[in-house]
C-alpha cells in the first residue's frame, strides 16, 4: 500500500476570512465563512478554487439559495452546461432535477430497475470535455439516509500495485452515454443521443490539469471498454479497476442536511448516492460546470 497513513485528522484552514474543516482525512472538507446568497468577490472565489484543489469536494451548510444564487454560484467557476436526458428546473435549463437515481423518479414500478442501476460514477464522461465540477443542492430530503459518499481517484490510482499501474499507464477506454440512459428511453431518443454523443476515448489514468496529480478515470456508469486488449481482459481489468473505488479508505460521506450545498470537482473524484430511503422521496438540484480539458 502506497497511500499516507494519517495518525490524526488535521486542522481547519483559515484563509481569507474562510474556514476549511477537514470532513475526513483523506478527501472533503466543511465550508464556513461564506454566504452563497450573496455575490462573492473574486479572491473569494480564487480561494474556493484552490481549496477545491486541494479537498477536492467542500460541503457548505445552511445556504437558503435560490435557483439565480445557485446559477451565479456555479458561474464563478465557468460555463454551465445542461443534460440531454435530466429534466431541468422551470425556467433554469442550467439546474438539473434530480430525484432518486439520477433522474429516475422512483414508483412500484422503477424501484426494481433504480436500486441496481445506482452505481459509482464520474459525471458525462461520455463527453469529449467532461465536466469540471458539479453543484448539488438539497431540496426535499428523507428523514434519514440519501447520502452522498465521495471517493478520491488519485489515492486509488497511487495505491494500485506497480504492475497495474505499468499495465494501465499508456490504455484508453471508451465511454459512452448509452450504457447509462440508454435503457430509460425510446429507440428515437437512443438514435438521437448515439447520433449527438458518440462514444469518447480517453485515457485510463487522467492527469488533473491544475494540480498534476494522476487520477483513475474509468466508471461502471459510463466506461463501456478499455481499448487495445481483448474483450476478456478489458472485462476483468475493467471490473478490477472500478471495484478499487468501493474501498472505504478512500472515501467520504456526506449526510445532507437542509440548505446544504456541495461542490466537488469531477475530474478528481467519483460519488455515489445511497438510494436507501424509499418510500421516501430525496429531491435535489445540479448545476454543472462544463469541462475545459479534454482528459490527458
Known sequence: MNAIVHPSAPAAEFQNGLTFTPAG???GAEVGGVDLTRPLDPYVVAVLRGALNRHKVLFFHDQDITHEDHVRFG??????????????VPGFP??????????????EETWHLARPANKWHTDVTFREKPSF?????????PPSGGDTIFADTAAVYADLPTEVKTR???LRAEHDIIQSFGWRVDETKRAQLRAEH??????????????????????????TRILGISEGESREL????????KAPEYQVRFRWSPNAVVLWDN?????????????????????????????F
Open 25 to 27: 482525512p483523506l478527501l
Open 238 to 245: 475493467l471490473a478490477y479497476l472500478t471495484d478499487r473505488v
Open 133 to 141: 465540477a458539479g453543484i448539488l443542492r438539497a431540496r426535499k430530503l
Open 267 to 295: 475530474r478528481a473524484t467519483q460519488h455515489y448516492a445511497v438510494l436507501d430511503y424509499v418510500p421516501h422521496e430525496r429531491i435535489v438540484e445540479r448545476v454543472t460546470v462544463s469541462g475545459e480539458d479534454i482528459p
Open 94 to 107: 442550467e439546474i438539473l432535477h434530480i430525484e432518486a437515481a439520477d433522474g429516475l423518479k422512483i414508483t
Open 168 to 170: 494501465i499507464e499508456r
Open 198 to 223: 458518440p462514444p469518447q476515448s480517453h485515457p485510463v489514468v487522467r492527469t488533473h490539469p491544475e494540480t498534476g496529480e494522476k487520477h483513475l478515470f474509468v466508471n461502471h456508469v459510463f466506461t
Open 75 to 88: 458561474r464563478y467557476f465557468g460555463d454551465l452546461e445542461g443534460h440531454p436526458v435530466t429534466t431541468t
